[in-house]
């Protein structure tokens, strides 16, 4: 017996306990595994005759073996395919899932895998799939009771194409399996989840006929079994927008994307111009495991006249969009495209085209009438946009500028910069932002106090790329972007300035003193007004800051150089500056450890760890 990968286990474990009170979109998950291999199947046979193209799933039940069977006549599955696809959840997820899944409820858990084959394991406590795939001489059965693992064996199937058999749990007071065996109950799941299922799913039912022969006047009636077509088979994206209400949309959206949480948000769009088609776009409400990984394929599934040509076509959406999914129909596309000539086909590029104005157009109304649910994507996928800011030296900069948004320290949540440019302090000219990692250490940073009382609004740079996109950007609205930490608020204050260029000619032999005794670890010590509770402070005094020299080092190749030049920057107006100036005329050693001291200190504060554990610790215990 095989073992499945440690991380599919977990995902089983979790269906077989199952979580779920929704365990019935078990029987949706198997149908669109079904549809998506007869789309494949289907695209081979415009190019082989062989392949026969009358596609159909086909239920069955079996009541005293208390099995149901889902079977359909698409691509199948090799021994390999059998391998990879049921005995792994995520070829790439090992890694991914080992690291960023500590710690998370099942249902965020499943939200990000999709619910897919496993969700069978909620009903079933044992699972063959009889399978042949296109091409192949053998088939295969595949076998599982579950957590124990599964056998692969050969099988000699009939027919290309997927059979795949649930028996069924026994009951329980709580759950009524058996249910599942009803016709009744199996032709209202398919109505509900998977009516707009492009390929007709049948199963026998009984109906209720007059008998042959008998008269009309005095009829009598029979009990006749049928196979009959449970789904109304017309494509969403294919119905008129009016029959299209938000459920219908949620609904396909789970059963196309394989997802358990309803979108975010979904737009039907029939587009008639220069080039005409049909499109359902959909904002995930999770990024999935691999997102922000390069593993990650971005794309929407790409259709001429109800055939699918292609599962995931990238070019017909941006990076920066990568986590839109959707379907796009068009008939204006030519059937007998190869993937290398889609990329650069230009019916293609026009479509992708047209999506982006619509999805910045979508994107802009949300932001506008929709805010929680904009914040909420943004939440999710707004590195994505971020990173479409930066990425190619900001050549689309201008398109995204207005879809970013900022932790303000003023309101406390996501503002835009357009939000921010209109409420701008008076006098104030320039976007003052912070950065660090966490919102909670932003706002512990010591120069943020003076700023707040000045009145100023302060960004809260929390990503590694949001300094990079500041820096891109250059400014918004003709308002550049400062860092607080950088900023020089008295310099605008002639009363104030004058304050701290008295007093640093007064301390400038202590000043020079700290800078000789740190030596190149800071570029220049000079007093400053920026502060308001803390004694010191760090600033940069270069292109490169603190925040900067954090994201670059942390890169996976760095090799940790990157330096800012650093500012230490000392409180004019705290007591401590008294304390510096006293110790300079008697004590020079003790003012020695006190750079140490406050040096590191102002490290921490934004964030750098101590570069000399040993020299602070003592000089701690010396002024001790
Ligand atoms: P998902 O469908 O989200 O990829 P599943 O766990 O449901 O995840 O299925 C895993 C894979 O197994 C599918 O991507 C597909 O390649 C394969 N598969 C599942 N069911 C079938 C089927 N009926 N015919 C052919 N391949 C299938």
Redesign the pocket.
């Known amino acids: 017996m095989k073992q499945f990968k440690t991380e599919s286990k977990r995902i089983l474990d979790l269906m077989i306990n199952s979580i779920y009170t929704n365990k019935e979109i078990f029987l949706r ?2 149908i ?3 549809s ?2 007869i789309d ?1 199947l289907k695209f081979i046979s415009l190019t082989d005759d062989k392949v026969i193209s009358d596609f159909s799933i086909n239920i069955s039940v079996d009541k005293d073996a208390r099995t149901l069977t ?1 079977e ?1 006549d ?4 090799t021994e390999k ?1 059998l391998e ?3 005995g792994t ?1 995520a070829e790439s997820g090992t890694l991914a899932f080992k690291k960023e899944n500590e710690g998370k409820t099942d249902s965020e858990l499943i939200g990000q895998f ?6 069978a394991f909620m009903v079933a406590d044992k699972i063959q ?1 009889f ?1 042949k ?1 296109y091409g192949s001489e053998t088939g295969y059965k595949w076998e599982s009771e579950g957590v124990s693992g599964y056998d692969i064996v050969e099988y000699a199937k009939e027919g290309v ?2 059979k ?1 058999v649930l028996y069924l749990k026994p009951d329980t007071d709580d759950e009524k399996y058996s249910e599942f065996l009803e016709e009744y109950k199996i032709s209202s799941l398919v109505k509900q989840y998977s009516d707009y299922i492009r390929y007709p799913i049948k199963m026998m039912t009984t109906h209720t006929v007059k008998k042959e022969g008998t008269p009309d006047d005095k009829p009598e009636y029979e009990q006749v079994q049928e196979l009959t077509t449970l789904n109304g088979m017309v494509p969403l994206w294919k119905k008129p927008k009016s029959e299209v209400n938000k459920e219908a949309l949620d609904e396909f959206y789970k059963s196309e ?2 997802d358990y949480l309803a979108p975010i948000k979904g737009v039907y769009a029939k587009i008639e111009g220069a080039i005409t088609y049909d499109t359902l776009l959909y904002i995930p409400s999770k990024a999935p495991f691999d997102y922000y990984s390069k593993d990650y394929k971005k794309g929407l599934k790409l259709y001429s006249n109800g055939v699918m040509i292609m599962d995931k076509c990238e070019e017909l959406i941006p990076d920066y969009f990568g986590f839109i999914r959707g379907v796009v129909d068009s008939s204006d596309l030519n059937l007998n495209i190869s993937r290398e000539i889609l990329q650069q086909d230009r019916q293609v590029k026009a479509i992708a085209n047209s999506l982006e104005k619509k999805i910045s157009s979508e994107l802009k109304k949300m932001l506008e009438n929709e805010r929680e649910a904009y914040e909420n994507m943004f939440k999710e996928f707004g590195l994505s946009i971020k990173f479409g800011v930066y990425a190619g030296f900001g050549y689309n900069k201008d398109k995204l500028k207005d879809f970013l948004m900022f932790y303000s320290s003023k309101k406390e949540k996501l503002v835009t910069l357009s939000e921010y440019v209109k409420e701008m302090a008076p006098g104030q000219d320039k976007i003052y932002y912070a950065c660090g990692e966490s919102y909670e250490k932003i706002a512990r940073l010591p120069q943020i106090e003076k700023a707040k009382d000045k009145g100023y609004e302060i960004l809260y740079f929390k990503d590694g790329v949001d300094e990079f996109v500041a820096k891109i950007l250059n400014d918004y609205d003709g308002k550049k972007f400062a860092s607080v930490t950088e900023a020089d608020f008295s310099a605008s204050d002639d009363s104030e300035k004058a304050k701290l260029d008295q007093k640093s000619t007064e301390f400038k032999g202590v000043l020079d003193f700290i800078k000789e005794s740190l030596g190149d670890k800071v570029k220049e010590v000079k007093l400053s007004l920026n502060l308001k509770s803390h004694p010191v402070c760090l600033s940069s005094g270069g292109e490169i800051s603190i925040e900067m020299e954090k994201t670059l080092n942390a890169m996976p190749n760095s090799d940790k150089k990157v330096k800012a030049d650093k500012v230490l920057e000392i409180n004019a107006e705290h007591k401590v500056y008294e304390k510096l100036k006293g110790l300079f005329d008697t004590d020079k050693e003790l003012l020695k450890k006190y750079a140490v001291v406050l040096y590191s200190q102002a490290r921490l504060l934004s964030g750098l760890d101590v570069d000399d554990v040993f020299d602070f610790v003592n000089a701690i215990t010396e002024i001790m």
């Open positions: 998950e198997l669109s595994n079904a998506d291999a494949k889902v359909d698409g691509i199948g599955m395919d990879k696809n049921l959840i999709g619910v897919g084959f496993y969700s799939v399978t795939a194409g997927t795949i994307f394989h």
